[in-house]
């Protein structure tokens, strides 16, 4: 199989499907450094190909190459700075760092963060360990008024509730949580210390 890809190649440089197939038979052979030479040789005919710069980029994270990687998603950010993948990397390495501040900006920058509740969960969570906990309520506040359903959504924003000392709302929440999810553990529990504290 390669050899025949290989003089596909050869034959058609600029023959895609060919350079394509041949990378993804050296990532399944875990011959990582091939891998990355064949698609580096897409790149070059492609230079604004998203997927693949973020395929790339993800192959340099498995390689704990971290700055290879964020190069390769900095430039993927550059051509669609809200593509939901890039964005979460890049927030992902923000989060690795420390960088809370940056991490939430990388989340709030993705094209998906209207479409998917645990999005908002994480966008949360970096607000609260950057600090900036009333910011960080109201993204959970606007997530349960968009998804109502979600038991997840509600139990977080009790617990942000609570660390403003919204215990009345806070423990409505968790009400709701049981509602949702009868029995379940925390959200008993939390709501029990709400109630004592009422």
């Not at 450094?33 to 897409?42: D, F, K, R, S």
């Not at 390769?72 to 950010?77: D, H, I, N, S």
């Not at 617990?159 to 000392?165: A, E, R």
Request: glycine residues 4%.
């Amino acid at each position: 199989a390669e050899e025949r890809l290989k003089a596909s190649v050869a034959s058609d440089p600029d023959h895609m499907q060919a350079r394509h197939a041949l990378a993804q038979l050296y990532e399944a052979r875990r011959d990582t450094e091939a891998a990355l030479a064949a698609y580096q040789g897409i790149l070059e005919r492609d230079p604004r190909n998203i997927m693949l710069l973020n395929h790339i980029g993800e192959i340099f994270v498995l390689k704990d190459e971290g700055a290879k990687a964020k190069e390769f998603f900095t430039r993927a950010k550059d051509i669609a700075p809200s593509h939901p993948a890039t964005c979460l990397w890049l927030a992902l390495m923000a989060e690795e760092a420390e960088d809370y501040d940056e991490a939430a900006k990388q989340v709030r920058d993705s094209a998906a963060l209207t479409e998917d509740a645990a999005l908002n969960l994480r966008l949360s969570y970096y607000l609260t360990q950057a600090g900036k906990l009333p910011e960080a309520v109201k993204v959970l506040d606007e997530a349960q008024a968009r998804w109502p359903e979600n038991e997840e959504v509600a139990y977080f924003l009790g617990l942000g509730l609570d660390d403003l000392k919204q215990t009345a709302r806070a423990a409505v929440m968790m009400e709701k949580v049981l509602k949702l999810k009868p029995g379940h553990r925390d959200a008993l529990f939390q709501l029990g210390s709400l109630r004592e504290k009422l």
